[in-house]
């Protein structure tokens, strides 16, 4: 996926390095950490340029890509009221959170791993603005509101302003567009201030190649700008010319999902290492049916399939390896799946579909080499689940490749039924069903 | 021409020398019957090679290749389709400069996968004010069949046959995905009657033309009877194609299908497919638009599994109304399954034919007399592969007879003379007397244009000239002369100068030259344009006067072209000294002990 989330303390921390280049006129204090357990939090304050932990009254919250942490009950910014957040509240809360698994309003659960930890800023409701930046369509659209907070999203037609920025604008156009723009509830005194923020905010955005950037809220304290709350997501296809301007940055797994499994890491890894593609995500690890699919748009079509058909249930993995992987990668893969696919039983047996459109350029018989390697390999297990192999694939040399696999299923004694491009290309999974 | 994407003439540069997927395009242009292959022009920044060699059926063929697209363009006005496969990296940049190279491409396809949003956004917006079409990125391409294929679309030549993409069928064809295109064209083969023309138009987020737009296209392309969408789930693109149903700007029918139904089961996470398919909102569900799809009376069927059917129905009904005749299957050229590439590659002479030729005339046509041809006309024939005019070929004769002979004593034909009287052959001792011919010897005539010309192409004044050479350290090539002055000229220089006056129809060159010899003539009589540098820079004029470029000019004189000039004038005297030699029968020649200054130190021991 090209837009990969990242936290929010490494969105304000690349703020912090860039605001001289970007936010002429403005100041921003840069006081943030990141800790993973309140000792951590405790050790960082020992440190003199963390001196503030100890100084001022904190805010401490979860930093792992979900929102709504208000609303979630997840932001420590008082104890008995607001800005009396001291250092060792703040740990022992993020202790406290850590000590058991949290579900979220929107049902994810997980546990939490990581925390924000910044200084109470106060303010009053009126001083809280909204700003946010990403892609719509063609074209990029900057939302700004005089009001911020969790105020924002409800009434957001009347709230916010949209500025459309198409990709040929000019900065003149668009600094006009911008000042043309400002909110009405911002007061007189603010609007120039306000839109001289908004315009150097996204050309930041810009520059940086952000697919979405949001503060909200934002305080703006005369020249200060303080930013409560960021989401930001990066267009990582862009990483190759943001090496300097990003460092070396972290896109974490979002919160909800359970880390991935050795077996997704490994193809993941294989993957990086690869000029192919080889992709593997595990729905159901007790699922009945496994797909080992060439190609992007096939896969889809397959699990689609295997949905209608069979229910969602019952689909075990998705993925797909494409773009001529070598012998050695597809048996790589492939022996990967029959594992998983062997560790828990089903009484229906299991049924494994290696499915795949007509190949432009890869070598099917050269790929099913490495299935055929796998294959022998994980025969007796494979016979132990009880698994029917059904097989459909065309392309360079399939002619061959489909002969091989069958010969090799005879040989094996493995149940297998093989196919080419004279059978629709999601037949087998209906043929498969109906047995 | 507008409303079809490609036609039987198409021609494409090619940026990138990727040559399997090359050769699959001239492979399908053998096996349809293209007259001219359909790729004009390779672009390779790195290679040093002029051409690369492709099989074209049996037989080879040289494709041109070129370090930047500035340059193919320059030498292809009529390849008007880029199939741009550089990297991630630089495809952004390859596409920018072939737009800033005006309107010679009318479609530009990008391969490459993954190029930052924001720079395909600019690349994409840029192209659609420049009225060029994109497809792609993230694209395995787009096919007219029976006309114009890119690259590796289709697959295997098996496979196109099998899947009638060798000839127009009747089905507009637009997917997202490369790999289930060649399974659409694979089910509508087997559904229908093939398809007219088919566009994959990629798997990014951002790609240039969408959907809408090759649909448009299509519904103005005579040859399409009826449309195939395969979307996928994210993105509104399918809205737009809906609407122009609705307004009624799209009236042929259309069957379509998104895939990606799958993702509505998992929240949020699960990447299925292209970095395209995300749905951000309800709307942009695989389900929401096919009920939409539906609703406005495209053909939807109820799942993927049931396409085929749904294609089949349509077809059958267009071909009861009449919409759509029986397609007569043409015949085809079939490939050799051995093929051998060629050790040896000779353009300029044949002789397999009736009789052999030069440059394509028979021989008999340029030698005898009444033929009215010359030495000359040989020479512009086989050295040139060109038939120049008679004042140039009369020009080439004026030098090959200037520069025969000068007499015994120069090192080449004294080299000849004391291997002949050596009791060698004529061709042996030829060979020892053309060794001598180089940078010392002759090589005046290559010095002479390469650094007038030089000085000339930089508008260097004649004092600047003599200026650069003095800091370079080298005598200007050309300039000076034994014992002639301009009191006392060379005649052999007085007559080539006479008839470049007379039959040139320019000689800049030569004006520059003259200019120079007043100023260096100034300084010392005997600084005059000596006949090696006449011949070179005359040379210079004629073939600007004949319409080469000025590069094309500097790799005739780095490739040591006027030398040959020399070299061949020159063998006429060395064989008639070797000859004079045999004819005297002299016996075998001792250099005089007391010609040679004796100076011979004991050697040191080296411990």
Known sequence: MAQKAIREYDGKALFAKHWHEYFDGFKYDFKSVLVTSGDELREKAKLPEYAWLNEEPLVAKPDMLFGKRGKNGLVLFKVEKPGDVKLEDAAKWIEEKQSHEVTLLSGQKGMLTHFIVEPFTPHTQDQEYYISATVVDNDDVLYMSAEGGMEVEEGWEEKVNEVRIPINMSDEEMEKAVRANVPEGIPDEAKGRFAAFAIQFFKFYRDLNFAYLEINPIVMIENNAHILDLVARLDDTAGFMMREKWGDIEFPTPFGMEDQSPEEKAIAEADAKSGASLKLTILNPEGRIWTMVAGGGASVVYADTIADLAGVKDLANYGEYSGGPTTGETQFYAETIFDLMTRYKDPRGKILIIGGAIANFTDVAKTFTGIINALEKWADKLKEHNTKIYVRRGGPNYEKGLKDIKEAAERLGLYMEVYGPETHVTDIVRMALEK | MSN???????????????????????????????????????????????????????????????????????????????????????????????????????????????????????????????????????????????????????????????????????????????????ELCNIIALNADGIAEGVAIGGDRFVGSVF??????????????????????????EYKVIEAVKSGKIKKPIIAWCIGTIAKHFSSGVQFGHAGASANAERETAEAKNAAMREVGIHVPASFNELPQKINEVYNDLRKKGVISEIEEPEIRTIPKVRKPKNFICTISDDRGEEATYAGFPISSVATPDTGKSIGDVVSLLWFKKVYPKWATDFIETVIKTVADHGPAVSGAHNAKVTARAGKSVVESLVTGLLTIGPRFGGAIDGAAKYFKYANDNDMTPAEFLAYMKKQGIPIPGIGHRIKSLRNPDKRVEGLKKFASEHFPSTPLLDYALEVEQLTTSKKDNLILNVDGTIGILMVDMWRALGYSEKEIDEFIESGTLNSFFILGRTIGFIGHILDEKRLAMPMYRHPFDDILYDVQKAEEIK
Do not use: C
């Not at chain 2, 697959?155 to 790999?179: D, F, P, Q």
């Open chain 2, 212 to 237: 809408i737009d090759n649909l448009l296209r299509m519904e103005q392309n005579p040859d399409v009877k009826y449309m195939i969408l395969l979307g996928e789930v994210g993105g509104t693109e």
């Open chain 2, 4 to 182: 079809r994407l490609f036609t039987k003439d198409t021609q494409a540069i090619f940026w990138n020398n990727n040559k399997s997927a090359i050769q699959r395009m001239l492979d399908y242009d053998y096996v349809i019957g293209r007259e001219k292959p359909s790729v004009a022009a390779i672009v390779a920044p790195t290679s040093s090679n002029k051409f690369e060699k492709f099989f074209y059926g049996p037989d080879e063929i040289m494709v041109p290749l070129y370090r930047s697209t500035k340059e193919a363009v320059a030498n292809h006005g009529n390849a008007d389709v880029l199939l741009n496969f550089a990297s991630f990296r630089t495809a952004y940049d390859v596409t920018m400069e072939a737009l800033d190279l005006g309107d010679q491409f009318r479609v530009i396809m990008v391969t490459a996968e993954g190029i930052p949003e924001r720079l395909a956004r600019k690349m994409n917006q840029r192209a659609r004010d420049n009225g060029t079409l994109i497809i792609g990125p993230a694209t395995v391409g787009a096919i007219t069949p029976g006309a114009f294929k890119i690259a590796n679309i289709g697959g295997t030549i098996e496979n196109i046959i099998n899947s009638k993409l060798h000839r127009a069928g009747s089905a507009g064809l637009v997917t997202r995905s490369g790999g289930l295109f060649n």
